[in-house]
């Protein structure tokens, strides 16, 4: 499981963002695609947050901050919640990430093969 998913959506105006991260074995955010349903500025912002957390660290990649997008897009103030989406879409993907981690590794401690020479006992 090197993928991690963030589907997050706006009620108030209906917009939909899933982003989805490919995380390296160094922990690095190798690619990072998304699909949006919603407004220009919805798809901008997801645009722009994909290319911006390429490359950087899973750490790195959750402090983006939705004003920095904001501020980037120039978007006006009735669609900063398009920037908080992208925000949140960043952050859900990486704690869906870390929890598959998580279960990977709580499976793998579960399961204990016996050695060869004592199962053919």
């Known amino acids: 499981w090197t993928v991690g998913t963030g589907l997050v959506g706006a009620p108030a105006c209906g917009d939909v963002m899933k982003l989805q991260l490919k995380i390296g074995k160094d ?30 660290s899973m750490d790195e990649a959750s402090k983006i901050q939705n004003s920095v997008i904001a501020q980037h897009l120039k978007l006006p103030p009735v669609k ?23 279960g990977r590794a709580a499976a793998s401690e579960e399961y204990k093969p016996e050695p060869a020479s004592a199962a053919a006992q």
């Open 27 to 56: 922990g690095k955010i190798e690619d990072a695609v998304f699909k949006t349903f919603g407004c220009g500025s919805a798809i901008a912002s997801s645009s722009f947050t994909t290319e911006w957390v390429k490359g950087k």
């Open 80 to 102: 900063l919640h398009c920037s908080m989406l992208a925000e949140d879409a960043v952050k859900a993907a990486i704690k869906d990430y870390q929890s598959k981690q998580e």
